[in-house]
């Protein structure tokens, strides 16, 4: 980091634009969808400016920008948490901008007196886990201290630890989806990286062996990468089989759900989200426990019960889609002024160890007003 020249800030101001370097390399490890990381940075003295890089975040899930936000959430949320150890508060103003051109949010970092947070401890180690869980429900301990976590008026998360059939019929529904639309198919497969050499030489993305993947699944994928039309056309002889039996085995392989729901449906309640569940993503970390969005069952259907257009979708997950707020709400018990937004599925991983760390971009390649020493 020290490489780093930043063109704006004179001497008195350099310490402070220092700091805010050394928070974004802590926070760069904020998930974020497909481990794309749509993100440019400005620092000016105190400010940080944060950008969305479009051509990164283009994906189907993200036709209306939840995952952006809620990644954003994330990042903000890791700004937070590290600011802590460095004497540093955040003044957070969201731009009222178009998130293609223009910042999405500005920070100014106030220097003051803090008290480290300590789940600062898990930013590198927090990761998606998308290995078995044991069936273990959590203690009422960790359900009261996670609904302690929560700050935000508009948002609010519900713990389940059985899944009803309807919801779990929902779940692999959702999950089938992935598979039956090339679109989605096709920014999928942008981000895996189904080499060890690209693995090696790529610093996004997610390495086929964080996903589950098996060494003799590879050499299908690359044609599914190739020809993103296969898994329609092999539907009916055996591929959705396979799909489903994916899921149901996560899905019986987990301590529980946990759903994020919002009372309004603007771009802010959706940062908080994404603040509230990188809070408890490290918490969960933090007690040895792991976490994985089910996205497929909860971002798309909440563009569609915000009565957002999804033009790709076949009528038949429109429909299916329509049944997500009644479904949610009956799954967590949660009143008709919440919205669902994210699904988790939470629990302790059955495997020792952690599963490999995946890689960010170095942070100097995403400062704006950067030059390289
Ligand atoms: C908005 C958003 C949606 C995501 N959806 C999924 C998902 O549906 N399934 C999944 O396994 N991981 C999902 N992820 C996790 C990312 O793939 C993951 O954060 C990224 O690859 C980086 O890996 P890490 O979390 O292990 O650091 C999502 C993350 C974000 C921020």
Redesign the pocket.
């Known amino acids: 980091m020290s490489a780093i020249q930043l063109q704006t800030s004179d001497s008195s101001n350099r310490s402070l634009s220092q700091k805010i370097l050394n928070l974004l390399e802590k926070s760069r ?7 794309c990381q749509p993100w440019r940075f400005e620092i000016n003295e105190n400010q940080l400016f944060i950008f969305n890089d479009s051509k990164r975040g283009k994906h189907a ?1 993200n036709l209306h920008h ?2 952006t936000y ?2 954003l959430g ?1 990042l903000i949320e890791s700004l937070d948490i590290s600011a802590s150890e460095q004497d540093l508060q955040l003044k957070i103003e969201l731009q009222n901008a178009n998130p293609d051109h223009e910042a999405l949010v500005k920070i100014q970092f106030i220097e003051c007196q803090t008290n480290k947070n300590y789940l600062a401890d898990f930013l590198y180690k ?5 290995r078995p869980y044991f069936k273990e429900p959590l203690q009422e301990k960790i359900i009261k201290d996670l609904q302690a976590l929560n700050s935000f008026e508009n948002c609010t998360l519900a713990y389940s630890s059985s899944l009803s059939s309807e919801f779990r019929k929902f779940i692999v529904r959702s999950d089938e989806m992935v598979w039956l639309h090339e679109e989605i198919v096709i920014d999928l497969f942008r ?1 895996i990286r189904l080499t060890n050499k690209d693995i090696e030489t790529s610093d996004d ?2 390495p086929w062996n ?2 589950g993947l098996k060494w003799y699944d590879i050499p299908f994928l690359k044609l599914v990468a190739k020809y993103p039309s296969i898994p329609k056309k092999l539907w009916k002889l055996g591929f959705q089989a396979k799909v489903n039996t994916v899921c149901h085995d996560s899905l019986k392989n987990m301590g529980g759900t946990l759903a994020f729901f919002v009372k309004q449906t603007d771009r802010q309640s959706i940062i908080e989200t ?1 603040r509230l569940a990188m809070r408890v993503w490290l918490y969960i970390t933090s007690i040895h426990q792991s976490m ?5 069952a909860s ?1 798309i259907p909440y563009d569609i019960t915000c009565g957002k257009k999804i033009n790709f979708l076949l009528p038949d997950f429109h429909q299916h889609f329509l049944k997500a707020p009644s479904l949610f709400r009956n799954e967590y018990h949660i009143g008709r002024d919440w919205t669902p937004l ?1 699904l988790f599925r939470v629990g302790q991983p059955k495997e020792k160890g952690d ?1 490999p ?2 890689k960010r971009l170095p942070v100097e390649d995403l400062i704006l007003n950067a030059h390289k020493n």
Request: charged letters at 15%; aromatic letters at 12%; glycine letters at 8%.
């Open positions: 490890y904020c998930p974020t969808g497909d481990n899930f939840s995952a809620l990644s994330t927090r990761c998606t886990d998308r981000w993305g997610m964080n996903l994404g994985q969005p089910l996205s497929s971002l994210w599963p760390r995946t």
